[in-house]
């Protein structure tokens, strides 16, 4: 199996299976950890997959820059759990860990892909009920337009080798049971309402076709008042972040972990982090 064959977990990461209201989840913990620093990492897989060691090693990878211990909610997937399973568990997830003494300003929201998707609409979601926001919430190339209306879906998929538009119209049959939930905030973020969120800060690969819709939420989310930062890659892949052996993204964690701990007032691992070659859009509301 892929996943076990290229994702290794180094012998000091610990993993402790949880239940956290009925969702089967992980702590991921590292000699790094301190007491109180909290991440809910919510992975991506296209709401119908989940690969445990490549999310635990990325968990573990955030966690040792940040001195931090992840929770990753094994939250249910299609097509055998359409939605709405997979935001409830997480939502479950999030709610579990405010009951538990984890304090909403310790506590980072991660997601990436389909994760970044439930992030947004967990936080959508908490703050509907008046829940505690967390500290900051980091988006990696999230998938939030269920309408697959952003440009870079067509201008990019001879460019993306992981993506087609035949594979998200699949994936999207097997997600979402109705046409008409397609705009649902719950289902595409994008639509909702971006006051009041915690500051985001979003990364994508120029030549990926989610990339659009990092912007597109980042622009939204500006135009609600949020404090936002977006990087686009130039040249690289899908979720980049999760290849350690790649000198970009050893860089792009450099930029998480410094916009974390500025936003978090973290201790950071390298005050002397060097800049990545990425672009770094001035974030402005679209005309």
């Known amino acids: 199996m892929l996943d076990t064959r290229h994702f290794k977990l180094g012998p000091s990461v610990r993993r402790e299976p949880v239940s956290c209201n009925g969702v089967p989840a992980e702590w991921i913990s590292v000699p790094q950890t301190q007491p109180g620093r909290i991440i809910l990492y919510l992975h991506g897989g296209s709401f119908a997959f989940r690969f445990p060691n490549a999310h635990a090693s990325f968990a573990a990878r955030l966690c040792q820059r940040l001195g931090a211990k992840a929770l990753i909610p094994d939250y249910r997937l299609a097509p055998e759990h359409p939605f709405p399973a997979a935001p409830d568990d997480c939502q479950a997830s999030y709610r579990w860990l405010l009951g538990n003494g984890c304090k909403p300003e310790q506590l980072l929201v991660v997601g990436d892909s389909a994760g970044g998707n439930l992030a947004l609409v967990t936080l959508h979601r908490s703050l509907q009920a008046r829940e505690p926001m967390p500290a900051c919430a980091v988006l990696l190339s999230p998938a939030v337009d269920c309408t697959l209306d952003s440009p870079s879906m067509a201008a990019n998929e001879a460019r993306d080798p992981m993506f087609s538009l035949r594979n998200f119209l699949v994936l999207r049959r097997l997600y979402v049971p109705s046409p008409l939930l397609y705009t649902h905030p719950d289902v595409s973020p994008l ?97």
């Open 191 to 287: 639509f909702g309402d971006f006051a009041g969120f915690p500051p985001l800060f979003l990364q994508a690969g120029q030549s990926e076709m989610l990339c659009d819709e990092a912007i597109r939420i980042a622009h939204k989310a500006h135009a609600s008042g949020v404090d936002v930062e977006l990087e686009l890659w130039p040249e690289t892949p899908h979720l980049f972040q999760m290849a350690p052996f790649l000198p970009e993204a050893v860089r792009a964690l450099d930029e998480i972990e410094k916009f974390v701990c500025t936003r978090m007032v973290w201790h950071r691992h390298d005050e002397q982090a060097a800049r990545p070659k990425a672009l770094h859009l001035p974030i402005a509301s679209p005309k």
